[in-house]
């Protein structure tokens, strides 16, 4: 069982906004929504008439979907989605079915299901990073002036002041900010390529297709699929990384600066210890340390699951799966413990009291 998921070890790790989003039911909801579209882009385009359309898409939104059955067909034939298509058949009237992802493959629901979903992600993390380099800033004001010993190799070096060790903390958050308004523009797109990409299971209605449905979701149209070409992906994992490392560096700092002894830091609400009732742990500021170190392995990962065979690869998009949400919900519960720590900050500076 992940560390994010299990039912203690989930209240250091898990993020509880990033596991609604990603929970099975939300996924399921994002599924059908996409199929629901679908219908609809299919009386957009005249391949159905408009009432058969809207009465798919209607049956389509009430179906109710058996999960163990989705567990069972996601055994045989390694996705979700051919069961899915069966059970939402099996409950609406034969004339219904030609409107019923006709056109659509299996890899165009689940990628831009996973899209979806990181519609609702990347705004999250926008907001909390905002709020953390707004939280900085705070501590910059009152108490940037004071006094601290700079460290070169962990060793005593020249004074600094707090806002100078406070900044080498921000100043990486602002870029991680600008990178991700481009990121998100490309990392929103719609996946949409038909059995093997090229987009003309629907003749000369796929470019109308595309366009319909990317619209109805609310979702950039890319001008080719992106089936087997997973870089932009690559790129968000790598932005994670990047975020939850500048993240852990910080953590890394306030877990030296609060040593016993040195005493530069004071936070609000460490954790205890059940031997040594004097000490008050710096829990969050090693969460992000751990949760650095987390994901700038789990980038590798991704990188493997660029390794696409020909026109789709079942391996190497499986391992997608197992990696990615891992990721996101790492970062997201960075920002968040970040978030927390930095409030909770006392006083910083030597000699802190």
């Known amino acids: 069982m992940s560390v994010f998921e299990h039912p203690w070890l989930g209240g250091i790790f898990c993020d509880e906004e990033i596991a609604l989003i990603m929970a099975p039911e939300a996924q399921l909801v994002r599924m059908l929504k996409i199929e629901c579209a679908w219908s609809l882009v299919l009386g957009d385009i005249g391949r159905v008439g408009p009432d058969v359309a809207e009465a798919a898409a209607q049956a389509i939104l009430s179906a ?10 996601t055994a045989k034939d390694g996705l979700a989605v051919p069961t899915l298509v069966r ?11 030609p409107a019923v992802h006709k056109g659509l493959t299996s890899q165009d629901v689940i990628d831009t299901e996973l899209v ?6 990347l705004p999250l993390m926008e907001r909390r990073l905002q709020g953390l380099i707004g939280a900085l800033e705070a501590v910059s004001v009152a108490h940037g002036a004071r006094p601290l010993m700079g460290r070169t190799r962990m060793q005593a070096a020249v004074e600094i002041t707090v806002a100078d ?22 990392v929103l797109c719609l996946q949409f390529g038909g059995a093997a990409g090229t987009r003309d299971v629907l003749g000369d209605d796929g470019p109308a297709a595309a366009v319909a449905l990317a619209a109805r979701l609310g979702l950039n149209n890319p001008d080719a699929q992106w089936h087997a070409a997973r870089d932009t992906l690559v790129d968000l994992a790598g932005w994670l990384s990047l975020v939850t ?20 830091i004071k936070i609000a609400g460490g954790g205890s210890s059940s031997a040594m009732p004097h000490k008050a742990n710096p829990i969050l500021a090693e969460l992000l340390v751990t949760l650095a170190r987390f994901n700038a392995t789990q980038v590798s990962g991704m990188h493997q699951a660029m390794v696409h065979e020909q026109e789709r690869s079942g391996a190497a998009w ?31 500076g030597n000699a802190a009291t």
């Open 245 to 264: 490392g500048s993240l852990g560096k910080m953590g890394q700092d306030i877990s030296l600066m609060a040593q016993q002894g040195l005493d530069e």
């Open 64 to 73: 109710d979907i058996d999960m163990g059955a989705l567990r069972a067909g």
């Open 318 to 348: 499986a391992l997608e799966w197992m990696i990615l949400p891992q990721m996101l919900n790492a970062t997201a519960r960075g920002l968040g413990a970040a978030g927390a720590l930095v409030e909770n900050i006392q006083s910083i």
């Open 116 to 121: 979806l979903a990181l519609g609702r992600i």
């Open 165 to 186: 060790r406070v900044a080498t903390w921000q100043r990486p958050l602002v870029r991680h900010l600008e990178r991700l308004v481009a990121l998100r523009e490309a």
């Open 87 to 97: 059970l939402l058949k099996s409950g609406m009237a034969e004339a219904l079915h």
